[in-house]
């Protein structure tokens, strides 16, 4: 039988072409008036966590007394006028932190995943030492609004929750837009529930170029650098309550890419000539959002249809076109900015060390084209990036991705981005991050070096672990000081909702 042609309207065909222009626009939008558009102007850094009773290690649900939303209800008292709620939960939370010290506010977005997961966006700052500050501010908040409560709750950044035994055992928040994305997703891939409720991800949003060319060099040079990262950052302990030791690497990154091959991975047409924002949309037309969010909160299920298909039946506005691009996954996206996708959840002094690499490797042009060069960025393909991925994954630090060994890669990448950082603490941020890499270790060493220790440390050492000599955090007392002779970062000057 012969296969008919869908017919389009005048109607539908003028939609779709505005709605083009308005998607191009939107994936643009953050580029900067010049080359050097990073040191000057803001990086977001977007960390996912889980939150677990301290004692019992056991999971914390988004439901009940002891919840998720309970203790967000208890700090949305901080944050007065900066609660999101959805369907009637109460599901994030936003405002503005003015930080002793520093010159700069910082706006602060914490929200909640399909798996409970507390995922934090701070930024856009110029500095990441302020990034660290506000996230040693939220993380001290989020404790006593605990300790409020009676709970002690610990926020554990890994890339698969160390204490799931199956995704089954996580209940899915409540959400309209979440039971759409679970239903449709977990008929295309094996593994989509333990993507969806147990992993969680460190994510950088950086400015782009002012020039479309510089803009597509950046995003290619990540695309490229993307299975280097996820190797590099792996912070994964076990999958499944497996024994960590024969955990494989890069779990999180493995899990994802096999939920849906046609919006996870490697954005169609990364390498090919005249890629660019006009190539990534018509990409993007041919993915299924799955769920719709319109501007005033209605959230519909699009079913089968593509991203062309919505385009041609509805206008959308540059928030609306930006949301429903969301709902592909590559490593490497554009969604007004280039966002990094492949680091897994790291604890916040190493997730700022993180993105001081990534703020050094992106922050011009010069920094872009060294990386190009280094990577031999012309010689790379669709099946490179492939192979890159398949040989990290199997034989780690004996891989040599793209021709080269990956010690050697991940030291001379991160000489690149040290040498455009200007400011001394983000250089001794990364120096802490790329230390692991020079004698061969990523943050999963350390996580199976401390798995077998039976002390559980104190609140001051957990403190110094995670931020840094100098900061005091989660004290058990409500309204106390920090001890004698100690500074502490997470003291807010102000706080007022985000207009």
Known sequence: MAKHTRTRTTEQLKRLEKNRQTLEEALARARGEADEYTQTS????????????????????????????????????????????????????????????????????????????????????????????????????????????????????????????????????????????????????????????????????????????????????????????????????????????????????????????????????????????????????????????????????????????????????????????SMAFPHARWTGQLELACADALPPRLACGYAAFAKGLFASSDSIEAASKLLDLASIDEDSVAVAWHDLRELGWSARPYGRPIGQLADELANIAAARLEDRKERQLLDGLAQLWTVHMVPRDSLLHNWSKQRTPTREERAIELYGEGAVIPYDELGGEPPAGKTSVMRVIRQEPVQ
């Open 42 to 325: 803001g990086l977001t850094l977007v960390l996912e966590r889980f939150a677990t009773e301290r004692g019992s290690c056991t999971p914390v649900p988004y439901d009940g007394y002891t919840g998720l939303e309970r203790i967000l209800a208890e700090l949305a008292k901080t944050y007065e006028g900066g609660q999101v709620v959805v369907d009637g939960h109460l599901v994030g939370l936003r405002g503005i932190l003015a930080i002793e010290g520093r010159d700069e506010p910082v706006e602060i977005c914490a929200s909640v995943g399909i798996g409970a997961q507390l995922s934090l966006s701070v930024g856009p700052a110029a500095s990441i030492t302020t990034l660290l500050d506000a996230l040693a501010i939220f993380d001290r908040q989020f404790h006593l609004a605990c300790v409020a409560l009676g709970h002690d709750v610990d926020l554990v950044a890994q890339g698969y929750n160390p204490y799931v035994d199956s995704p089954s055992d996580i209940v899915a928040v409540p959400l309209s837009r979440y039971a759409l994305l679970n239903a449709y997703l977990s008929r295309t891939g094996r593994y989509t529930r333990d993507a969806l409720r147990c992993t969680a991800a460190t994510r950088i949003l950086l400015p782009m170029a002012s020039s479309e060319e510089f803009a597509v060099t950046g995003y290619r040079v990540a695309a490229a650098i993307a299975p280097l990262l996820a190797f590099l950052t792996d912070n994964t302990l076990r999958m499944r309550g497996e024994e960590p030791v024969e955990a494989k690497r890069m779990i999180r990154t493995l899990v994802w890419d096999q939920v849906d091959s046609s919006r996870c991975g490697l954005a169609e047409g990364t390498f090919l000539k005249g890629f660019g924002f006009k190539a990534y949309e018509r990409w993007l037309e041919g993915i299924r959002p799955i769920v719709f969010t319109s501007d005033d909160g209605l959230t519909f299920s699009t079913g089968s249809d593509t991203m062309g298909r919505l385009m041609e039946e509805r206008d959308l506005s540059p928030a609306e076109a930006l949301r429903t691009a």
